[in-house]
């Protein structure tokens, strides 16, 4: 059963004209399905965006959680709500872009039978260490592995989540050799690296952040060209060698082919206006959740882009979901 949690209930909605309401496709609540369980950066946001929408848009906003399959469990639901706009995916690479890549054939198809929404934030990924590890950086602990395959292990989200291929693009650009050990989601995986289950993790600062402030785990690299502000001396993959991490990581909403245009165009335009709200803006910029909100042409020009590159990565590796 998914985890189910309501955000606001703004009673507004229920007093709107008919004719508002059917802009959105009904009277009915938004949905805000979350392929991962509580605690990463897709689910944070997605909760702390929610209230502020059921304000905007004078209507009920439901986050649910449904995990499983590197989020495409999620994905897959959305694809079979009505196509109405209403049920929305925020997703992350894995659930679109990565998984039209995989060579498996899924049920749906990700770049078809999902439409982009509009472009919510992008969030940097870091590179962070548990108890077990030792290594003093990055380029260290790509030394051991070469020497030792296998010897360091990394906790991602799931089998072709972000996180996997982007751990894939360091093991093929350096000859590393890390271990990949899956979760289904991020609190786990994280529980079990502050433990030493697991050495380390590429995530987002919103999944680790907790942890590095209770000085439970370790930041050791920032994952692209540049480096954080929140983290000045964290040296970035490029400036360690390794040009190829620099991914640009995003969070955006996709809803199922054939909704409205109005109830997207909705959406969006009350996204962009959420976004821009400075209360909100105070609560992402420690996590490092950059605003975009760019809409769904611009969105779409950049799933197409993702989807191209994760495809180079999954044939070099020879990667699939098994």
């Not at 969030?123 to 260490?129: A, D, E, G, M």
């Not at 882009?305 to 191209?308: K, L, P, T």
């Given at each position: 059963?998914?985890?189910?949690r309501?955000?606001?209930?703004?009673?507004?909605?229920a007093s709107l004209p008919?004719?508002?309401l059917?802009?959105?496709?009904?009277?009915g609540?938004?949905?805000?399905?979350?392929?991962?369980?509580?605690?990463?950066s897709?689910?944070?946001?997605?909760?702390?965006?929610?209230?502020?929408?059921?304000?905007r848009?004078?209507?009920?906003?439901?986050?649910?959680?449904?995990?499983?399959?590197?989020?495409?469990?999620?994905?897959e639901?959305?694809?079979q709500?009505p196509?109405?706009?209403?049920?929305?995916?925020?997703?992350?690479?894995?659930q679109?872009?990565i998984?039209?890549a995989?060579?498996?054939?899924?049920?749906?198809?990700?770049?078809?039978?999902?439409?982009?929404?509009?472009?919510?934030?992008d969030?940097?990924?870091?590179?962070?260490?548990g108890?077990?590890?030792?290594?003093p950086?990055l380029?260290?602990?790509?030394?051991d592995?070469?020497?030792?395959?296998?010897?360091?292990?990394?906790a991602?989200?799931?089998?072709g989540?972000v996180?996997?291929?982007?751990?894939?693009?360091?093991?093929?650009e350096?000859?590393?050799?890390?271990?990949?050990v899956?979760?289904?989601?991020?609190?786990?995986?994280?529980?079990?690296?502050?433990?030493?289950?697991?050495?380390?993790?590429l995530?987002?600062?919103?999944?680790?952040?907790?942890?590095l402030d209770?000085?439970?785990?370790?930041?050791v690299?920032?994952?692209?060209h540049?480096?954080?502000?929140q983290?000045?001396?964290?040296?970035?993959?490029?400036?360690?060698?390794?040009?190829g991490?620099?991914?640009r990581?995003?969070i955006?909403?996709v809803?199922?082919?054939?909704?409205p245009?109005?109830?997207?165009?909705?959406?969006?335009?009350?996204?962009?206006t959420?976004?821009a709200?400075?209360?909100?803006?105070?609560?992402?910029?420690?996590?490092?959740?950059?605003?975009?909100?760019?809409?769904?042409?611009?969105?779409?020009?950049?799933?197409a882009?993702?989807?191209?590159r994760?495809?180079?990565?999954?044939?070099?590796?020879?990667?699939?979901?098994n």
């Open positions: 059963m998914p985890i189910l309501r955000s606001l209930l703004a009673a507004a909605g008919m004719a508002a059917a802009q959105s496709g009904g009277a609540p938004i949905r805000l399905v979350v392929p991962f369980a509580p605690g990463g897709v689910d944070v946001l997605a909760r702390l965006m929610a209230p502020y929408l059921g304000e848009l004078h209507q009920e906003v439901v986050v649910e959680n449904r995990t499983g399959a590197a989020g495409l469990i999620a994905a639901n959305v694809v709500s196509a109405n706009g209403t049920s929305l995916l925020v997703a992350s690479g894995g679109v872009t998984a039209a995989m060579p498996q054939p899924l049920s749906f198809d990700p770049m078809r039978d999902l439409v982009p929404v509009t472009h919510l934030v969030t940097p990924y870091i590179f962070t260490v108890p077990s590890l030792r290594q950086g380029n260290e602990m790509i030394a592995t070469k020497a030792r395959p296998g010897s360091i292990t990394y991602s989200p799931g089998t989540s996180t996997h291929l982007m751990m894939e693009i360091l093991n093929q350096t000859g590393a050799s890390f271990l990949h899956p979760y289904r989601g991020t609190g786990q995986a994280m529980a079990d690296l502050m433990s030493g289950r697991v050495d380390m993790t995530g987002s600062v919103a999944s680790v952040k907790p942890a209770r000085n439970e785990l370790r930041a690299a920032a994952a692209g540049a480096r954080l502000a983290f000045p001396a964290l040296p970035t993959t490029t400036e360690l060698g390794i040009p991490m620099d991914v990581v995003w955006g909403l809803t199922r082919a054939g909704a245009a109005p109830a997207i165009a909705r959406m969006d335009e009350a996204v962009r959420v976004l709200l400075p209360e909100l803006r105070a609560r992402l910029e420690p996590l490092i959740l950059v605003p975009v909100g760019d809409g769904p042409a611009a969105f779409g020009a950049t799933l882009e993702d989807a191209a994760w495809k180079r990565v999954v044939t070099r590796g020879s990667i699939t979901l």
